[in-house]
């Protein structure tokens, strides 16, 4: 009877314990998933709350308001300007440039002809044209502070008018940059958000609501020295390695045509920098607004 009696509270006792352990793992295999969840949850208000940003940033750059206000609730989240990126265009026009026969040729006097290859800008003896070579006709540069909320691995940016959101597995583009390409008639805007000449733009973190002010600087139309075309244009975008490849990728995807001079792949991305070249035959233009950004 002893071991009888021994033998069953035994196995009353694996059975317990077999009972709590599995209990034990349901539960934080469902907390872990509602984590998720809610974080998940999280991260896509924040998209949505960026698109209205996004929406009122523009009001400032092409619709001439003055300023706008967007609220941002943070749920265990920051929100600031993050270290500046860099956008630059420069541009050799009809005045240094000649299309012949399906060859491009500097007319500085040296004969040099040009190839187009990966984004690149390349002289005929292998060397790159960059955006300080003299035979530049016009060369723009904007500095814009992305807008960041971050929370957990993932973050929403906005940044020189496009929306990207990343994670731990890679970034997507959820809205354009301000750019239109096309092989007639390009136009390319620069959105320079920064902080204001008052200094420090803030920065808020933890569970509240945050207050993202824009206010217009100016806008200013680039205009070249001589309007004449053809326009050879060499674009860089400088930022982090996961947003080059999202930028690499939708810029690649928008400058489809084939010129002159030029192969198929307009773009291309290195250690956070994307190089795209392109020829556009009649018109290009470039605008840049600045826009004074606090965030309270």
């Not at 469902?30 to 209205?52: H, P, T, Y």
């Not at 929306?163 to 597995?169: G, P, T, W």
């Not at 390409?181 to 920064?194: G, K, N, P, S, Y």
């Not at 975008?237 to 490849?245: F, I, M, Q, S, Y």
Request: aromatic share 6%; hydrophobic share 40%.
């Amino acid at each position: 009877m002893t071991n009888r009696a021994v033998s069953e509270v035994l196995g009353f006792v694996l059975v317990f314990a077999l009972v709590t352990t599995t209990m034990s793992f349901v539960y934080v295999s469902d907390l872990a998933s509602l984590e998720d969840r809610r974080d998940a949850e999280r991260i896509d208000n924040a998209e949505r709350a960026f698109g209205v940003l996004a929406d009122n940033a523009q009001d400032v750059y092409r619709r001439d308001a003055p300023s706008r206000a967007t609220d941002l609730k943070l749920a265990e989240a920051q929100l600031r300007l993050a270290d500046s990126s860099e956008i630059t265009v420069s541009v050799i026009n009809g005045t240094n440039l000649t299309v012949d026969n399906g060859m491009l040729e500097a007319d500085d006097g040296t004969g040099n002809t040009f190839d187009v290859s990966d984004g690149r800008i390349r002289y005929a003896g292998g060397s790159f044209l960059t955006h300080q070579s003299p035979i530049v006709t016009g060369i723009y540069t904007a500095s814009p502070r992305p807008i960041v909320y971050a929370t957990g691995g993932s973050e929403i940016v906005y940044e020189s008018g496009a929306v990207i959101r990343s994670d731990r597995s890679g970034a997507v583009l959820k809205r354009p940059p301000a750019m239109r390409f096309a092989e007639t008639d390009t136009v390319i805007r620069l959105v320079e958000t920064r902080p204001s000449n008052q200094g420090d733009p803030g920065s808020v973190g933890g569970t509240t609501t945050a207050l993202v002010r824009m206010k217009r600087d100016k806008t200013a139309v680039l205009t070249l020295p001589n309007h004449r075309s053809p326009f050879l244009v060499n674009l860089t975008v400088r930022t982090t390695p996961a947003r080059a490849v999202v930028w690499e990728r939708h810029l690649d995807s928008r400058i489809e045509w084939t010129n002159a001079g030029t192969d198929n792949d307009a773009c291309s991305v290195s250690d956070g920098t994307v190089y795209c070249a392109f020829l556009v035959e009649e018109q290009f233009e470039v605008t840049k607004t600045g826009i004074e950004t606090t965030i309270d």
